[in-house]
C-alpha cells in the first residue's frame, strides 16, 4: 500500500509488531484527517500491507493542530498528542478527546516542540515562550493504564529547565 498512490500524506504510523498497523494520514486535496489501520502480511518472504479501515477524523477535532503525536505499547487505543503547551488523548475507537496534562500553569506559556517514547517514559522537548533566553526545557512522563486508559504523570525529578535558549529537536540515543 503507497498512500502517495491514493492521495494521502503520512502523518504518524504506529507499528505494534502484532500484524497490525495503526496511522494517522492527511488528504493531499481536502486536509481531512483520517484513521487507518492495516493488516501486516507475509507473502513470498514480501510484507505487503492491506488497509483494513478508514475512519474520518471530525473537522474540528483538536487532532488537526497536533504538532506531535504517538502511540505507546501500554495502551495503542489512545494517540497522545501535544497542541501548544498541552498533552491530549485521541481515543481511536471513539474519537474522544481527553486533555490530560497542561504545563501552561502559573503564567508559563509553552509550546510543545516534540514528544517522545522510550519504553514507558515520555519524553517532552518544550519552550517557554516568554523567556528570552534559556527557555528550552525537557520533561519526563511515566505512561502507565489505569482502568484500562492511559495515564501519564510527572516524574519526580523529571523537569530540566534551563537546557539552551530554545528547543528546535531532540533524540534519544538508545544504548543496550
Not at 501486516?40 to 500491507?49: D, E, V, W
Not at 497542541?83 to 500553569?105: C, H, M, P, Q
Not at 518544550?126 to 495515564?151: C, F, P, Q, Y
Request: hydrophobic share 40%.
Amino acid at each position: 500500500f503507497q498512500p502517495g498512490n491514493v492521495g494521502l500524506d503520512i502523518k504518524y504510523v504506529y507499528n505494534s509488531g502484532d500484524g497490525w498497523c495503526k496511522g494517522i494520514f492527511t488528504d493531499r486535496d481536502t486536509r481531512e484527517l483520517y484513521y487507518l489501520q492495516f493488516q501486516l502480511m507475509q507473502t513470498q518472504g514480501i510484507t505487503k500491507m492491506k488497509p483494513q479501515g478508514k475512519t474520518a477524523i471530525p473537522g474540528t477535532a483538536k487532532l488537526h493542530q497536533a504538532v506531535s503525536m504517538l502511540m505507546s505499547s501500554v495502551d495503542d487505543g489512545n494517540l497522545i498528542f501535544a497542541v501548544g503547551g498541552e498533552i491530549w488523548l485521541y481515543n481511536l475507537a471513539s474519537g474522544e478527546e481527553t486533555r490530560v496534562i497542561d504545563f501552561n500553569k502559573e503564567g508559563k506559556d509553552f509550546e510543545i516542540v516534540k514528544l517522545m517514547l522510550h519504553g514507558e517514559e515520555l519524553i517532552v522537548a518544550l519552550n517557554d515562550k516568554n523567556a528570552t533566553a534559556e527557555g528550552g526545557s525537557i520533561r519526563m512522563l511515566n505512561v502507565s493504564t489505569l482502568g484500562g486508559s492511559i495515564v501519564l504523570s510527572e516524574k519526580p525529578d523529571g523537569a530540566f529547565d534551563k537546557l539552551a535558549d530554545k528547543v528546535v529537536d531532540i533524540a534519544y540515543k538508545f544504548m543496550n
